[in-house]
């Protein structure tokens, strides 16, 4: 008797431990930091035309760790999809999926946690997220589930040292986007 009980125990805590595994590879902790720097653009239209210049201030919040990840969960099983389902501290709700590789137990692609463009929206938001989580199968037979938290805080604001970028896309001085993500980029994020 004493053996099945302490089987039970040890199975139901293996149990627990799996779904308190359950969430994010990076973890459960990310912090938002301001950046911000001047970068000088020098575009090269033709070879007839003079170079243009042109300056400009970038700022960004970066999210760190990662702006992307996998979630990771129960391993072994037959699930093929993982659905999250964020509430942030606004009551906003974002719902998201992927495919999931049951068998190492982590989906097949990585969420976007941060970026927020016209056709992308972030799961994450400033505060406490509280994330509930399902795996479902073919002909959509649910296997597991559960929750967990992820909290994204305020970081120390960093300054980038100017710098330079000379192009011959023409492109270039028209776009401050795509300048300033190469300028942080190349300043690795104002580290």
Partial sequence: MLKWFILGFVMSCQSL????????????????????????VTCNYSESSAPGNVQFSCRDVVLEPTLYDYFVGPQNT????????????????????SDYDGQNGKSADAFNLWISTLFQHPLLA???????????GTGSQNYEKGTFQVTVVHGEPRHCAASTYSSANSQDCNSQYTVCQHYFEQMNNCK
């Fill in 78 to 97: 037959a699930a093929n999809s993982v659905n999250l389902s964020v509430s942030h501290e606004d009551g906003a709700v974002r719902t998201k999926s």
């Fill in 17 to 40: 431990a799996g779904a308190q595994q359950a969430g994010f590879s990076a973890g459960s902790q990310f912090t938002a930091t301001p950046i911000d720097g001047q970068v000088n």
């Fill in 126 to 136: 400033l505060g406490v997220n509280n994330i509930s989580w399902s795996l479902s």
